[in-house]
């Protein structure tokens, strides 16, 4: 069974520091991984999805890696913003069933 | 350009009534779900719809119906709703046979008293 774990929980950095967000999985047989932003009261909103034969994807200030064999992905969020302040989710997908992590909330302090 | 949408929004239920929640994507996707989020422990598979006139349960299906009317629509229906049912959930939709990128809704905030 697909265990997908978020570390930290949750993170608090000043404004302008570049900061990395883990994701791991246990079961290498995957679709893609994807990387969302909640923010409060509000749906996800996807940010980055890494095919299962790709490394990375980047977007703007964004870079997602994703390493099977070892079952982890990456998160980085270059010169951080207050208004990157949410809570970011991994999910990776196994098919039909994508299983999501329970996020690691960000505050960035300006 | 909606995306998915959800209705309602906010929904306040006491123990042993029902509802339906409400879902419908205008991006032509075969694949929709729907999805519970409960603090800590991120978001879980209650069913999903594999393409129309198919459905499938997820992690955590028990108290749950769902109907998928159509490519569009996929409901989810409480029978007797019960505390434990409190949560927000969400429906998502994709495309059947890769990439698998979710999409996802606004959210229907339930309360059950």
């Known amino acids: 069974k697909q265990e997908v774990t978020q570390i930290p929980a949750a993170l608090s950095v000043p404004e302008g520091e570049n900061l990395v967000l883990n994701c791991s999985f246990t079961d290498s047989a995957i679709y893609n991984l994807q990387w969302f932003r909640q923010d409060p009261g509000k749906g996800l909103t996807s940010l980055l999805l890494i095919q299962s034969s790709q490394r990375e994807q980047t977007s703007g200030r964004l870079n997602a890696s994703l390493d099977k064999s070892s079952g982890r992905s990456t998160l980085y969020i270059a010169a951080s913003q207050p208004g990157d302040s949410a809570t970011y989710l991994c999910?990776?997908?196994?098919?039909?069933?994508?299983?999501f992590g329970a996020g690691t909330r960000l505050f960035v302090k300006a | 350009n909606a995306g998915v949408t959800q209705t309602p929004k906010f929904q306040v239920l006491k123990t042993g009534q029902s509802m339906t929640l409400q879902c419908a994507q205008d991006m032509n996707h075969n694949s929709m779900y729907w999805y519970r989020q409960d603090p800590g422990m991120g978001l879980r598979l209650i069913y999903y719809s594999a393409s129309e006139g198919t459905t499938d349960k997820g992690e955590v299906p028990n108290g749950y119906n769902v109907s998928r009317l159509n490519k569009r629509e996929f409901s989810l229906r409480l029978e007797s709703a019960a505390p434990s049912q409190t949560s927000v959930y969400f429906c998502?939709?994709?495309?059947?046979?890769?990439?698998?990128?979710?999409?996802f809704g606004e959210g229907s905030r339930l309360t059950v008293l």
């Open positions: 999910a990776v997908a196994g098919g039909f069933k994508t299983i």
């Open positions: 998502a939709s994709s495309e059947a046979g890769g990439p698998w990128e979710l999409f």
